[in-house]
């Protein structure tokens, strides 16, 4: 079954906000039917592109699960659908779900056997397969690096995975592109259970660092990625925000009229 969404207030989205257990027996459920579903997530800047790309919103309006990825968008959640502070055991940030919050967790999914890992280099590819390969023991697990991205290396990655027939797929490329291959590929992929991962496949290897879990349950994750990455991370920190504050404003102004 699929799980309800709900509005994310002041964003204008819809989310389905799930713990991790949940989305555990949730994925159990789509490998057992086998079908095609897909399973993104929403941040600060998936906000931005939902209310920027209709392609990029056409993707996330059609998908299957859209997780609360991101401490503003959880927090908001939270306000609206009475979820109380993190002390009371059910507040929003347990329904904050990046991707290697439940990735480590996917031993629990029953008939999961073959799992797909496409993106980051060679090197974090291969220590990410390895080390799913531990998670979901028994299962075949295999990779294809992202790096070098463009229309033959996709050609060949769906041509893969056409051979492969994986029950669930970790599509790392990074936000927008990931979502973008899904966009233009989705119908003519194998049926299979395909997430959206961005950047996870270099933490679960190993190679890139985790913020440590405290400061994800305060909602300053972004400082630690900002001190890390300043390059990659400032625009999105400093200026995005701004840029969708603009696109919201917007919106609600045509909604007016």
Not at 85 to 91: E, F
Not at 94 to 105: F, H, I, K, N, Q
Request: net charge positive.
């Amino acid at each position: 079954m699929i799980p309800v969404r709900q509005r994310v207030p002041v964003l204008d989205v819809d989310a389905t906000p799930l713990r991790v257990d949940e989305l555990i027996a949730v994925l159990e459920g789509f490998v057992a039917e086998g079908r095609t579903r897909t399973v993104l997530g929403h941040n600060l800047h998936s906000v931005t592109l939902f209310h920027s790309s209709a392609g990029f919103r056409a993707l996330y309006e059609g998908s299957d699960v859209v997780l609360l990825d991101g401490a503003p968008v959880a927090m908001l959640w939270g306000r609206v659908h009475k979820r109380g502070p993190q002390a009371l055991g059910d507040g929003p940030m347990e329904y904050r779900l990046g991707s290697t919050d439940w990735v480590p967790a996917l031993g629990g999914v029953q008939g999961l056997e073959r799992i797909a890992v496409i993106g980051a280099g060679a090197d974090a590819n291969a220590k990410a397969v390895e080390r799913l390969r531990g998670i979901v023991p028994g299962a075949e697990v295999v990779g294809m690096p992202g790096e070098g991205w463009d229309g033959g290396v996709e050609d060949r990655a769906v041509a893969w995975l056409q051979g492969f027939r994986p029950q669930l797929v970790l599509l790392g490329l990074g936000m927008p592109l990931q979502e973008s291959v899904l966009s233009r590929r989705l119908d003519t992929l194998p049926p299979a259970v395909y997430c959206a991962v961005g950047g996870a496949i270099e933490q679960i290897a190993g190679i890139q660092k985790l913020a440590p879990r405290w400061l994800g349950r305060l909602g300053l994750e972004w400082a630690w990625r900002l001190v890390l990455h300043p390059g990659r991370v400032a625009y999105r920190v400093f200026i995005e925000p701004w840029k969708l504050a603009g696109l919201l404003l917007r919106r609600r102004i045509v909604r007016r009229r």
